[in-house]
């Protein structure tokens, strides 16, 4: 490999090797959630950076400037070497944003270990970073152009700009109403903001709670629709990324009709069904999709091109959203997995193509996994029950019924797409590129056994690529029976939860009335909300998805989220749980601490004060004495 690297890829790859090495070098342990208190400040923490930063955002004149600046900086400081990368404009943009985000990321969580997380000093860090750029790199204009579309093609441009305009709507309206969004990385980068210390339920990657903290600290505040426009900006680059994907496999045609195929029959992640009772995109699913899409477009390059550099982008692009999403790491044999297949055959492509990626890919994220190993003793969360069922294993039947009912329409013209690539022998190789990313996906089924409907959406844009070149045999056929099939085949819940529910009940009544209300955050929680805040005045130990509530009870100490022991009760008045969590998953989480439940139903220690749909509340009767035995 000597003389492999250019110096653009070096930069980088020395870049994110140094900061990597100052997070071990001042490693400590970072806040964790499970089985720990997570008490949210009333009041921001007060410092002198803090003061300074609180100043510099209130400028008469100049604040509103600097916030302004301070974000869309933030978002783009990686330009210089970006512009070095490609000559393509659409390129430039992608790798622009992910390399600045990813970069950022890794800055925060220094400056976590550092107790400098503050927007002045990541600032300036950031402001050295761009202008070391400047010194070793001259910046190149890239190439940007529209591509001449035809009239239907704007059509189909348009139909999918409208989608994605809606559920921007809904996504910067409605913010933090998912259960993962608000429970988790919503309330993590609430409360690194107030307490300046970083923090990680279930030590999880914090790409995008570092990102919606990075927001606070701009806009000098806990601004959730701003926070949001960070899951906005990558559904947009999620789009974007299907379009090229479409367009450097095959023509600009398909590229738009894989860009469509993502937009009406993948539902960018929404809930099923997709009602304004759920978020409109999940936080992690749409930033997991983009890098894990980008990552095995430029590795496709690499092997169909030959393009210099894209071994090493794939690379960075996968260690990206291994700061995103742990399921990312399924990834990592795949690679392995391809390198074998070029070892075998050499018509596939260059064997070290795939070992580059895989390095860089583990160079971008190593501290984090070793801080992991560390202090936790595994790489990676062992239970997260939403996702594992309560590790019970599912059956074939259940993964393609599953996948069928979540993504039917997706998988389907995926399905028909197949044999005209595969009858072409100019598409065999290109096919096999698209199909080798639902190695990570059903083996991530096999060996974690993972709910199906969100790890399948990592591999959407890869899917719709391959329905764009369905819809694209069908439209050199006749374009107006493609219409008729788009038509029929939109979902239906698009149509009532778009247009019914956004536009008649919100933008006609923008007040809504306490039912309304109360769909729009997840019903039983809702009534829970109301409850608590009526009935009870003292602390709240919350168990389960009855966290969210803490995103609701402003000023209240609550705690935990299943607790290790049930000493961890003391000093608080209540007990809310979640009695969707069964017996077996709190015996396996917390230890075979069954005396729980027997606790629960023992009046001496709990009463029953309210009981309905998923959730119980307790009041502590004994807060003082001890529940160890």
């Known amino acids: 490999m000597k003389g492999r690297f250019r110096k653009e890829a070096l930069y980088l790859l020395a870049l994110f090797f140094s900061l990597n090495i100052l997070i071990l070098l001042f490693r400590r342990d970072w806040f964790s959630c499970v089985g720990d208190e997570a008490i949210i400040p009333n009041e921001p923490l007060t410092t002198p950076l803090s003061a300074l930063e609180f100043r510099l955002l209130s400028l008469p004149l100049l604040g509103p400037l600097v916030r302004l600046f301070t974000f869309l900086f933030g978002l783009t400081f990686m330009y210089p070497v970006a512009s070095r990368l490609t000559k393509d404009g659409l390129i430039f943009v992608l790798l622009t944003v992910s390399l600045s985000l990813c970069v950022l990321t890794l800055l925060m969580f220094l400056m976590g270990m550092l107790d400098l997380l503050y927007l002045i000093p990541v600032l300036v860090i950031c402001i050295l970073i ?61 409360f690194m903001y107030l307490s300046r210390k970083l923090m990680s339920i279930n030590d999880y990657p914090l790409l995008i709670p ?8 701009c806009f000098g505040g806990v601004h959730e629709h701003l926070a949001k426009l960070i899951d906005v900006i990558f559904m947009w680059m999620l789009a974007s990324s299907t379009y090229l994907f479409g367009r450097d496999l095959f023509n600009k045609k398909v ?55 894209d071994a090493e982008l794939s690379g960075l692009m996968l260690g990206a959203g291994l700061w995103c999403k742990h399921a990312l790491l399924i990834a990592l044999p795949v690679l392995l997995f391809l390198a074998f297949l070029m070892i075998l055959d050499k018509k596939i492509g260059s064997t070290e193509g795939p070992l580059i990626a895989l390095l860089c890919s583990l160079l971008v994220c190593f501290s984090f996994y070793a801080l992991n190993l560390r202090f936790h003793g595994y790489l990676f969360e062992q239970v997260v029950y939403i996702d594992t069922q309560f590790y019970r294993p599912i059956e074939l039947s259940q993964i393609l019924s599953n996948a069928l009912m979540h993504r039917e329409m997706l998988i389907l013209f995926s399905l028909l797409a197949l044999p005209v690539l595969l009858v072409r022998r100019e598409s065999r190789k290109k096919a096999f590129f698209l199909l080798l990313p639902a190695l990570v996906v059903f083996s991530y089924w096999f060996f974690v056994h993972a709910k199906i409907s969100r790890y399948l959406f990592l591999i959407a844009p890869l899917l719709s690529v391959l ?15 493609t219409w008729v099939i788009i038509m029929l085949l939109l979902p239906e819940h698009l149509y009532y939860s778009l247009g019914k529910e956004v536009f008649l009940e919100v933008i006609k009544n923008p007040l809504m009335s306490e039912e309304d209300k109360r769909q729009l955050v997840l019903g039983d929680l809702y009534d829970l909300e109301k409850f608590l805040e009526e009935n009870t005045t003292g602390g709240l130990y919350l168990m389960g998805d009855s966290l969210l509530m803490g995103y609701f009870l402003e000023g209240r100490k609550f705690g935990g989220w299943a607790p290790k022991s049930m000493r961890e009760l003391e000093g608080y008045d209540f007990f809310v749980m979640d009695s969707s969590l069964s017996e077996d998953f709190f015996d396996y989480y917390v230890g075979n601490q069954t005396e729980v439940f027997d606790r629960l139903n023992d009046e001496r220690y709990f009463k029953k004060l309210y009981n309905k749909g998923r959730f119980t509340v307790y009041e502590i009767c004994f807060p003082e004495c001890s529940f160890q035995e």
């Open 130 to 190: 761009f202008l070391s750029q400047h010194l070793l790199f001259e910046v190149k204009t890239p190439k940007f152009s529209l591509p001449n579309l035809t009239l239907h093609e704007m059509c189909f441009l348009s139909l999918a700009f409208l989608v994605i305009l809606i559920l921007s709507f809904r996504t910067l309206y409605f913010p933090f109403i998912a259960a993962d969004t608000l429970g988790r990385y919503g309330m993590e980068a609430k």
């Open 255 to 309: 590229g738009l009709f894989s860009m469509l195929s993502l937009c009406l029959f993948s539902w960018f992640a929404l809930g099923e069904p997709p009602t304004i009772s759920q978020d409109g995109l999940e936080a992690l699913e749409v930033p997991s999709a983009f890098f894990f899409s980008m990552s095995v477009f430029f590795l496709s390059r690499y092997a169909l091109k030959k393009k210099g550099m």
């Open 467 to 481: 329905s764009g070149t369905f819809l694209d045999e069908l439209a050199r056929r006749d374009i107006i029976l």
């Open 210 to 217: 570092l990102s919606y903290l990075y927001t606070y600290m």
